[in-house]
């Protein structure tokens, strides 16, 4: 996709591409990840990496290296945990107590986005849902890819 996007004359791509990568930490190792998320905003690509906990990211990439990979990525989705530096870590970037994170609700999620104020919401468990309960899912998916409007959602729940 780099190569691509360096060939057209803006030296970016034409459809901005973002990158989903659940379990990121946990999976494959990928050589120089830290430099090549450094630099592929600018060619309309972008990364969102999903982990449990920047422990598993420190053991796969080193401290420095996790922590410039977590702060390239445009949003973060906390789905809570064990982990005290994990939970120091959000408490700072959200600017909310450690107390608030360490003891989130199950039920509750954290979403935190580039030049957006953190959004606690809640958390849908799939096996606890009706089927029709995954065009919230595809509302979720449409923020984080940056396609969300609220006046839109907010309009198409006004009965006509």
């Given at each position: ?5 360096d060939k057209?004359?803006?030296s970016?791509?034409d ?7 659940d379990?990121f ?18 060619r ?5 990496i ?9 053991a796969l990439?080193?401290h420095?290296?996790?922590?410039t990979?977590?702060n ?5 989705l906390y ?7 994990t ?6 970037r ?8 360490l ?10 986005e ?18 029709d309960?995954w ?6 998916e449409?923020?984080?890819?940056g ?6 959602k ?7």
């Amino acid at each position: 996709m780099c190569s691509t996007a360096d060939k057209s004359p803006a030296s970016r791509l034409d459809v901005p591409v973002r990158i989903i990568l659940d379990d990121f930490a946990t999976n494959v190792y990928i050589p120089d990840f830290d430099k090549l998320i450094s630099v592929i905003r600018s060619r309309e690509i972008s990364v969102s990496i999903i982990i449990q906990s920047l422990t598993q990211l420190d053991a796969l990439y080193d401290h420095y290296r996790a922590r410039t990979i977590i702060n390239n990525c445009d949003h973060l989705l906390y789905l809570g945990g064990q982990d005290l530096e994990t939970a120091h870590y959000i408490s700072e970037r959200a600017n909310k107590p450690l107390e608030n994170i360490l003891y989130m609700p199950l039920d509750r999620m954290m979403i935190l986005e580039r030049g957006q104020q953190p959004v606690f919401s809640e958390r849908v468990m799939p096996e606890e849902t009706e089927p029709d309960i995954w065009d919230e899912f595809a509302d979720i998916e449409e923020f984080l890819l940056g396609g969300y409007d609220k006046k839109q959602k907010e309009n198409q729940s006004i009965p006509a």
